[in-house]
């Protein structure tokens, strides 16, 4: 609990207020309240099938919601598709990361400062920019002598620095990450913390779908605990870390 | 009583495009797979009934001969175009090139075998009745819309109340869960092109004896299925059902108003309106992506 | 001999015209389209038209094509781009049958079946390029033209939407890419590139009827991209080269029925693309393209 009350929380980013998504008859997300504030690293944890990735899925608008609402600096965002919505700041990792397998490193981190729909630059920085922004983070991630290889022939830990890579190149303020260091070796895994730590002190808002007790542990700020699409916990790391009743949901399920 | 006669012209029309187009909508349904080629089978079935019946061997055998070609075709393309695409791949794009490549040799071989001019199977059956002041009935109108009613009749008794029936429903909603219960997809799958190729052998028979072959047929064949699967909602065979009763309607109808070779524009103009208004169909669920 | 020659070279650049500009939708933004036959024709009639009742300019004839091509696009491309990659599939068939009858009936604009005879060759400030030597050069400087576009375009941030999209449109969104205007705007480029190809082709033949322009000849142009290799900037010149020499090779096999060379030749590509589907999907120039694993959401 390394950092735990280190960090002020700042304005409030994100509301969600009663989200609901049910699939036929079953509650994938079930009446769920929170709140992501500016410069807190909230930890989304809970058994497979909790329903973790659909409340991801629902705030990025990946899926319609079947209730309740998600507001976005005060703006309702319900009914924003998904491009608009990423536009707002808010910027996600995928758990299967659906990196642009067949374009090079460099190309996966470019296209994503360019959000234009046009042949033609209307706004933005200009290419010698986008270049010089691309080359700075593939170095922070350990991608630099690989910028020029395609996506799909990239090792798992490469791969897995590229998706965050990704969304360094946005201007994102919020990052929703879904199991970002899942099966990282040891190494990578140290590299992948301290890149989020800068971040983090650079003014990005976490919110992090994790297993790994550790990074649970390590960058904490405040954990929500989910299951059954319900929110059970929101507090801070130690509050929820000895409550014994999570602990045998939790652990019951992984044994 | 134009309108009359239009009408049931349509109903008949019609009634043949629900059975060609539910075959479709089942294999797409079931199978993800998008059978291009399904017009090829309708081609096929409807040359080898014609070419059976013509050597004189009667309606029967003819209609026999037909099934199997169909069938044999549907479950080829299953086993040796589709599962091996799916093995390494199986993107929308693979399927629908090698569904459209063969699609498009079968149309050439049966054009450079049976003759590029339209053919049409004669039957007593085709001639018309007058059934009210003004309004002819053939015989084969009657015998299309009883064919749809039992064949849908049946398709819904087997999908709803056999083992394999719920199996193939399943196969449409989660692929995952069938392997669960222990049975195999690829075998499946093989069981929803047998079934849906089969259901085009009588509308391929009776279009035959009504409005005439040509080895093209397979395009328009393909349109009316696409056009009933989208309209009708993908995904839902009753949709596909009633969008391609809807759909012969329309094009019967239509000719109160326009000439006979702006048929196929009514066909384009309902798609391209429910893709605009409605792109779910009548009774499917959401389709944007 | 010669004649023939160029002959062949002018139908093959135009008809890799066609087939570069579908492969740009094709193979870099994952739409398949059977109207590309529908995008040359409107050029060609448009240019046509233009050159019979106006001026036979390149620089009157060519744009107005475009412009006619790509509003027809745009009405096409709009609503059904917003849904699945099957709508648009089932749509442009649908305007690909359309377009034969009003092809065939527009008796104002098309001359009907019959078509439109005695087209002005094209005016190129002042000189007249209506030797075949003369519109061969032509067709390959368009062609090269036409290349260098779309090279452009794919190596720009458009393409990199392009391939983005093609590659995982939920991610391409989780970036804020707005996938429906970028295929829109994609496909509308497309069907304004083809209508180029379909002007010079009136401007050659100085007649054009519906003929060439049918579901057949849409599906040769796809033909063409498939063999030659989706998403390669070579593969669809190669595929337009091989599939327009083929009938005459064909030809020369004189065990073959001389009648059924047309039927012939496209059951060899239909079963060439099933084959290449099964065995080599990146076609014959392409590198195979490997499966990425990924589900779309």
Known sequence: MTMNGARNAGETLLEIRHLEKRFGGVKAVADVTMDLRAGIVTTLVGPNGAGKTTLFNLITGHLPRSGGSVRWLGRDIGGLKPYQIARLGIARTFQDLRLFSEMTVEENILTVMEPNALPFRLSGPPLKERRARAGHVLERTGLADKRAVRAMDLAYAERKFLSLARIMATDARLWLLDEPASGLDPHSYELFLALLREEVSAGVTVCIIEHNLDIVIGISDRIAFLDHGRLLADDDPKTVLEDPALAAIYFGDRS | MLWLQLAITGLQVGALYALTAVGFSLIFGCTRIFHFAHGATFVLAAYVFYYVESQGYGTAAGVLAASVAAVGFGVLMDRLVYAPIQRHEGSFFTVFVASFGIGIAVQNLVGMVFGRSFVTVTTPLSRSVEVLDGVYVSPLAWIAVACAGVFFLGLWFFLRRTNLGTGLRALADNPELIRVFGLSPRLLSTYAFALGSFLVVPAAVITGATAGLNPALGHHVMLISLAATIVGGIGSIGGALVAGFGLGLAESLALLQFDSQWTEAVTFAILFLFILLRPSGLFGRAATS | ?297
């Open chain 3, 1 to 297: 001999m010669e004649a023939y020659l160029l002959n062949l070279g002018v139908l093959i650049s135009l008809y890799a015209i066609l087939a570069v500009t579908l492969n740009f939708i094709m193979g870099y933004a994952g739409i398949y389209s059977l109207a590309h036959a529908v995008f040359f024709g409107t050029g060609a009639y448009a240019g046509a038209s233009v050159a019979l009742n106006f001026s036979a300019s390149i620089f009157v004839m060519v744009p107005t094509a475009m412009l006619c091509a790509a509003a027809l696009s745009l009405l096409l491309a709009l609503p059904a781009l917003r849904v699945r990659g099957e709508y648009f599939v089932a749509a442009s068939l649908g305007l690909q049958v359309l377009a034969v009858t009003v092809f065939a009936e527009w008796k104002a604009v098309t001359g009907g079946i019959g078509g439109l005879i005695g087209i002005p060759p094209v005016d190129i400030a002042g000189f007249e390029i209506y030797s075949p030597g003369s519109f061969f050069i032509l067709s390959l400087v368009t062609l090269a033209a036409v290349v260098a576009i779309t090279r452009l375009l794919v190596r720009s941030s458009f393409g990199r939407s392009l391939k983005a999209i093609r590659d995982s449109e939920s991610a391409a969104l989780a970036f804020g890419k707005n996938i429906a205007l970028i295929k829109t705007t994609s496909v509308v480029i497309s069907a304004a590139l083809a209508a180029i190809a379909g002007s010079l082709y009136a401007a050659y033949m100085s007649f054009i009827n519906v003929e060439s322009f049918m579901l057949d000849t849409s599906v040769l142009i796809m033909a063409m991209v498939i063999i030659g290799g989706t998403g390669t900037q070579l593969g669809p010149i190669v595929g337009a080269a091989l599939l327009l020499i083929l009938p005459g090779a064909l030809s020369y096999l004189s065990f073959l029925p001389q009648t059924e060379i047309g039927s012939i030749q496209q059951i060899l590509y239909g079963l060439g693309m099933a084959v290449l589907m099964i065995f080599r999907p990146g076609g014959i120039v392409g590198r195979g393209r490997a499966e990425t694993g990924e589900g779309e959401a």
